[in-house]
Nanobody, 115 residues
Framework: QVQLVESGGGLVQAGGSLRLSCAAS????????MGWYRQAPGKQRELVAA???????NYADSVKGRFTISRDNVKNTVYLEMNSLKFEDTAAYYC?????????WGQGTQVTVSS
């Protein structure tokens, strides 16, 4: 069984920065893609950023140039560095991993940006 533990959310002023982490533990055979999604109240969950096992990244247009996704394959951890945060970045952020042939979700961490 694989468990995902997210951390790093919080309250920050507009223009500030936060770094999210998502660590996978347990019976991990192989992690392929890793990504971050977010869901604001009343809105659908959307992809923020993703990274393949080979390091290829893609980002939502709304975060390009401000957010950076990275991964540590030794620690089975994916990170999301968020800079120049905006009020509209406020949401619950979820990590998603493709591992052991399954898609796994983290429990979510809240990011609140005050204007």
């Amino acid at each position: 069984q694989v468990q995902l533990v997210e951390s790093g959310g919080g309250l920050v002023q507009a223009g500030g920065s936060l770094r999210l982490s998502c660590a996978a533990s347990g019976s991990i055979f192989r992690i392929n893609s890793m990504g971050w999604y977010r869901q604001a109240p009343g809105k659908q969950r959307e992809l923020v950023a993703a990274i393949t096992s080979g390091g290829t990244t893609n980002y939502a247009d709304s975060v390009k140039g401000r957010f950076t996704i990275s991964r540590d394959n030794v620690k089975n951890t994916v990170y999301l560095e968020m800079n120049s945060l905006k009020f509209e970045d406020t949401a619950a952020y979820y990590c998603k991993l493709a591992a052991n042939g399954l898609y796994l979700w983290g429990q979510g961490t809240q990011v609140t940006v005050s204007s």
